[in-house]
């Protein structure tokens, strides 16, 4: 019975640290990306750079799953790294 309660606990942890915590963490960096990409073109139109303020929601989703790329890879990467 105790054999078992640890073996749940440790899929349970590595469910954790492999799926879950790299798809919050790609998450961030998905919305990150977005508002900064859409606080730019405000900025832009607000001071007349550009003509309209517009979401482009391929271009500008686009750019933001690099974001959810990036955090999502450092995330699951630091699970091997070596530990000390």
């Known amino acids: 019975m105790l054999k078992i309660q640890i073996f749940d606990s440790k899929i349970r942890d590595n469910i954790h640290?492999?799926?879950i915590a790299?798809?919050?963490s790609g998450l961030y960096g998905f919305i990150i990306f977005f508002s900064t990409l859409l606080a730019a073109?405000?900025?832009g139109a607000l001071?007349?750079?550009i003509d309209q303020f517009n979401v482009e929601l391929l271009e500008d989703a686009g750019m933001s799953i690099m974001g959810f790329v990036f955090l999502f890879l450092i995330r699951f990467?630091?699970?091997y790294l070596p530990k000390e």
Request: charge should be positive.
């Open 17 to 19: 640290n492999y799926f």
């Open 22 to 24: 790299p798809l919050l």
């Open 41 to 43: 073109k405000l900025l």
């Open 47 to 49: 001071l007349g750079t």
């Open 77 to 79: 990467l630091k699970n």
